[in-house]
């Protein structure tokens, strides 16, 4: 057989034709894929090997092949391709008998669960012969088995590992991983070695507990009474012990290596809870026990494709905004995110437990969540907004196991750079392509200062790597640049530096992290600019109620006043004074928003505020109000293009290094849009007052873009198209929800 006949060529269905294809082993995979092949009219014929009569009889009947062979030659002789689907301890002597045969170019393939045996196998079997051989292994197993069980549909949407070596023939592999997909497969290539740990692991471990625990249960004398109350969960985990016994019997067999380097660590693991529960360590237990959920919630997005990491890169969620619109209604936008981190990192280097509501549920303060839990600290929720901290101490945290990921957010890593600085271990912080380019020497050069050693990717970008066990020593740091992330940086490693930790900012920034460590106890002193503390004090677990955030108000308070006939309250914002530029700012430019029922809630003042419809006009922005309303100026910069006249803005260079360059990006999206705008180094210049086109803009995945150009739809002219919106999530997951409940007509694309 030539080369040309194992090419895949594409018939009128765009499907590859085959010749002869055989599948030795008429079980639950090889009937599947041979009825799947055959169903698609991909092959001139399909012809199936079984030492069982009934299995053959039964492939013909129900249509998985065209017909049996019981002669191995004779099936083989001028096969493309000879798929091994036979028990993988069958497979060495299989491969012996098909050594001695006159293959001709035929591709083998196998599905075995094991691969590193098979593989061995078939080197054994065919040592100085030219085979063209791809490993592959469909995880598509059932508890049913047999040829009857044989489905068309069961590799759809399954994966397919195919392991191939170096060595391995290229057109082959790629008739191999083509025929699998044409079955509707995600298809993989891995290292041998690779895959047999990873299935030991998330597969064959599984089978073994399964098998154990219904064995173990089963041979107890009052197995009849533990059968009978057995609930949801003992079913749900004893599925698969239902799996053909003898195929599981040669897996493991197969697999033996791996699966004994995975059972010892589970096996410390299982014996480490056994402590626990003798000793009445609940402490203990609930750690795993919420680590677990977590992680069983965040696999379930990977095998759901809905990781955050992946869904802000491969796909590009669409927001469509459509034009006009008034808002009337009342609101409660999520929680702050600056204080929902702050609560996280406090509470979890407190003395005792700390309660926390309304926890902003977004991604960013996810992050910073999660790379507690994985220093061992036990934290229960979110749910409803609600989260428990059971503090460990300021000296209480542990090594994580690898490097922490911060997402997107850039609170998250440049403050928990200063805590981890301080700290006995090493860590690396990495994360998203967006943050990955942001810039990390402004906290990672005075904490040098302080004694703590970081690296830096190039250009001071992330990842940083710290290393632990440094002894920092407290200094007077002037800030080059007004920012409270480096501020809350300095102060977070002044609680483990010798003597005294200053911090002095050029301009006011937010002040939540002094707020909120007064409000564990802990004292600080503020004089002027200038925020200091020392060491040798504890953080005493309270409890914390985060006001919902101005910097998504902040989308309403501009939507409410450029859309028509509106009047929208929005209840329980956060209105800290280093917060509220974005209202003095947009009551400058006429804006008629009112502050209902002040209050004090935690430390931290509160109002409902109300905004109504006004004629906007264009102003020079005060330089001293940028870092009060430095998160808001993209929605400010929608504002601007409706308002009446010229809006300058000045001395506000840190917008360029945000999570995205935010003055270029609003300047483009503007512009197409048809605003007269014009970026300059610290600012922009926006000619307003006439309505918006419509059109395509891009985020660039930056969540304040994607909900900027949403509320500029409100004054277009056309539908807005809105590239790259993924990232809303990390501040504002319900966006669409309370947007569509006020009047904004926006929507993902393809959903109304
Ligand atoms: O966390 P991240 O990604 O840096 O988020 C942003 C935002 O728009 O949500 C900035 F891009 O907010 C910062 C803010 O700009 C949050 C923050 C804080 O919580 O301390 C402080 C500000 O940054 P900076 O650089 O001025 O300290």
């Known amino acids: 057989m030539s080369e040309a006949n194992t090419r895949v060529t594409t018939g009128p269905s765009a499907a590859p034709k085959l010749g002869r294809l055989v599948v030795i082993g008429l079980g639950l995979i090889g009937g599947s894929f041979a009825k799947g092949l055959r169903e698609r009219g991909l092959c001139r014929e399909v012809i199936g090997v079984d030492l069982d009569p009934e299995s053959r009889r039964l492939a013909v009947e129900l249509g998985v092949v065209d017909r049996c062979e019981t002669d191995l030659a004779t099936a083989c002789a001028g096969a493309e391709v000879i798929q091994l689907a036979v028990p993988i301890l069958a497979m060495e002597k299989l491969l012996a008998e098909l050594a001695k045969l006159d293959l001709g170019q035929a591709v083998l393939t196998d599905v075995g669960s094991a691969k590193g045996n098979v593989v061995r196998a078939a080197r054994l079997a065919f040592s100085g012969q030219d085979v063209r051989f791809v490993p592959g292994h469909p995880i598509a ?439 509220t530029g974005v209202i003095d700012i947009l009551k400058l430019m006429g804006g008629d928003i009112t502050l209902e029922n002040q209050r004090e809630v935690g430390g931290e003042p509160v109002a409902d505020i109300r905004v109504r419809s006004a004629k906007l006009k264009g102003i020079d922005i005060p330089e001293d109000l940028v870092p009060l309303a430095i998160d808001e100026f993209p929605v400010l910069f929608v504002a601007a293009s409706v308002a009446e006249g010229h809006t300058v803005l000045r001395g506000a260079e840190e917008l360029r290094v945000k999570e995205s360059d935010r003055i270029q990006v609003m300047a483009d999206g503007l512009i197409a849009l048809g605003v007269k705008a014009e970026p300059t180094p610290d600012g922009i210049i926006i000619d307003g007052g006439n309505s918006l086109g419509g059109g395509e803009v891009w985020a660039h995945g930056d969540h304040r873009i994607a909900m900027s150009f949403s509320v500029a739809s409100l004054r277009a002219t056309a539908p807005i198209r809105i590239h790259d919106c993924a990232n809303v999530a990390t501040s504002f997951p319900n966006f669409l929800a309370l947007s569509a409940q006020v009047g904004i007509r926006v929507a993902e694309e393809g959903k109304s």
């Open 141 to 579: 197993g059932s508890e049913q088995s047999g040829v009857e069980a044989a489905n068309a549909q069961l590799f759809r949407r399954h994966k397919v590992i195919l392991t191939p070596s170096e060595q391995s023939d290229e057109a082959a592999l790629a008739l191999v991983d083509a025929l699998w997909r044409e079955l509707g497969a995600d298809v993989e290539h891995m290292d041998v070695e690779h895959h047999d740990q990873v299935l030991a692991a998330t597969s064959h471990l599984p089978h073994l507990l399964a098998f154990t625990l219904v064995d173990s249960l089963a041979k107890r004398s009052e197995n009849l009474e533990i059968f009978r109350y057995a609930a949801g969960g003992f079913r749900d985990f004893t599925r698969i012990a239902g799996s053909d016994p003898v195929m599981w019997h040669d897996i493991f067999l197969a697999n033996r290596e791996a699966v004994l380097r995975t059972l010892d660590v589970f096996r410390d693991d299982l014996d480490a809870l056994r402590d626990a529960v003798d000793a009445g360590d609940g402490h203990q237990l609930l750690g795993v026990f919420t680590r677990a959920r977590v992680a069983r919630e965040h696999f379930g997005k990977i095998l759901a494709r809905r990781a955050y990491v992946d869904a802000m890169h491969s796909n590009d969620l669409i927001f469509v905004a459509n034009p006009g619109g008034s808002l009337s209604g009342r609101i409660r936008v999520p929680g702050d995110k600056s204080i929902s981190h702050r609560s996280i990192m406090l509470g979890s280097l407190a003395e005792g437990t700390t309660h926390v509501e309304g926890f902003l549920e977004g991604e960013d303060a996810l992050a910073t969540l999660q790379a507690f839990r994985d220093m061992g600290v036990v934290i229960e929720g979110p749910h409803h907004g609600r989260v428990t901290i059971h503090g460990v101490g300021l000296n209480g945290l542990k090594a994580p196991a690898g490097p922490l990921y911060m997402g997107n957010s850039g609170t998250s890593m440049r403050l928990l750079s200063g805590l981890l600085a301080a700290q006995p271990f090493d860590t690396t912080l990495t994360g998203d392509a967006s943050l990955s380019k942001r810039p990390m020497n402004r906290v990672a050069k005075p904490l040098r200062e302080m004694g703590a050693i970081i690296e830096t990717a190039p250009e001071g970008r992330p990842p940083l790597t710290i290393k632990g066990g440094q002894r920092l020593t407290g200094m007077d740091y002037e800030m080059p640049m007004a920012s409270a992330q480096v501020k809350s940086c300095l102060l977070l490693a002044g609680l483990y530096a010798a003597g005294r930790t200053a911090v002095t900012e050029p301009a006011p920034t937010r002040d939540h992290t002094e707020r909120m460590l007064r409000g564990f106890g802990y004292p600080v002193t503020v004089d002027g600019s200038t925020a200091s503390v020392e060491s040798g004090h504890t953080l005493t677990a309270t409890h914390i109620e985060v006001p919902a955030d101005i910097s998504s108000a902040a989308f309403f308070l501009v939507a409410g006043s450029i859309a028509e006939n509106s009047e929208l309250v929005l209840e329980h914002v956060g209105i800290n004074p280093t917060r």
